[in-house]
C-alpha cells in the first residue's frame, strides 16, 4: 500500500512564508510525475506547481515567482515553498502523486490535504 503524506500547513501572516512537504511510502517503483494542488471553500481543486514525467516544474500563473517547489527521488519526497503569501493563498493543499508501481503501472494517488490560512 501507498500513502501520500503532506505536512506543513499552518497559520502564517500576510507576507510570511511557508514550507510543506509531502512524502510518499509504501511499495511502488517510482514516483513518476508530483503535484500540489489547492481548494479553498466553494472553489474548484485547482493546480499550485508540480514536476511532470520529465521533472520540468510548473507553476499556476497566481503563484509564479513566489513559489519554489523541489523534489528528493532518492526519499519519495517534494517540498514546496511559498513566499510573500496572500490571504488568497488560503486553502487545502494536496499532494498528488503519480505513482509507477512494481508492475510497472501508473496510479494517481492523493494525500488528506492539509491547511494553511494567511490572515494577521
Known amino acids: 500500500q501507498v500513502r501520500i503524506v503532506e505536512s506543513g500547513g499552518g497559520l502564517v501572516q500576510p507576507g510570511g512564508s511557508l514550507t510543506l512537504s509531502c512524502a510518499a511510502s509504501?511499495?511502488?517503483?517510482?514516483?513518476?510525475?508530483w503535484g500540489w494542488y489547492r481548494q479553498s471553500p466553494g472553489q474548484e481543486r485547482e493546480l499550485v506547481a508540480g514536476?511532470?514525467?520529465?521533472?520540468?516544474?510548473s507553476y499556476a500563473n497566481s503563484v509564479k515567482g513566489r513559489a519554489t517547489i523541489s523534489r528528493d527521488n532518492a526519499k519519495n519526497i517534494m517540498t514546496l515553498q511559498m513566499n510573500s503569501l496572500k490571504p488568497e493563498d488560503t486553502a487545502v493543499y494536496f499532494c498528488?502523486?503519480?505513482?509507477?508501481?512494481?508492475?510497472?503501472?501508473?496510479?494517481?494517488?492523493w494525500g488528506q490535504g492539509t491547511q494553511v490560512t494567511v490572515a494577521s
Open positions: 498528488s502523486a503519480e505513482v509507477q508501481g512494481m508492475n510497472l503501472e501508473h496510479r494517481i494517488l
Open positions: 509504501g511499495s511502488f517503483w517510482t514516483i513518476y510525475a
Open positions: 514536476f511532470d514525467g520529465d521533472s520540468f516544474p
